[in-house]
């Protein structure tokens, strides 16, 4: 069984940065990152598969850079510049095996418990 555990989440001014983590036990392929602000739907914000092929969202794209350390089981999540539109609730999720549309929420199984980023103008 997955299990993820985010880190790495807090308060920061705008342009700021943050780097958040997740640390899975158990076996994954596929990983993300998604966000969902209050009100508004869930995000993808980027995936990355076990070649270390990456894919973004159009609104982080140049801001964001998402990266797996496989020897310690862990994704990460550079936040560089951030916005206040950034703020949101942020979740890992994983998938045994290759996905389609790394930014569905709907192609991943396991996924952490969140952790906030607030940005402050």
């Known amino acids: 069984q997955v299990q993820l555990v985010e880190s790495g989440g807090g308060s920061v001014q705008a342009g700021g940065s943050l780097r958040l983590s997740c640390r899975h036990t158990g076996t994954v392929d596929c990983m993300a990152w998604f966000r969902r602000a209050p009100g508004k739907e869930r995000e993808g914000v980027a995936g990355i598969d076990s070649d270390g092929r990456t894919t973004y969202a159009n609104s982080v794209k140049g801001r964001f850079t998402i990266s797996r350390d496989n020897a310690r089981d862990t994704l990460h999540l550079q936040m560089n510049n951030l916005k206040p539109e950034d703020a949101a609730m942020y979740c890992c999720?994983?998938?045994?095996?290759?996905?389609?549309?790394?930014?569905?929420?709907?192609?991943?199984?396991?996924w952490g418990q969140g952790i906030e980023v607030t940005v402050s103008s």
């Open positions: 999720a994983a998938y045994p095996g290759p996905v389609i549309q790394a930014l569905e929420s709907w192609e991943y199984n396991s």
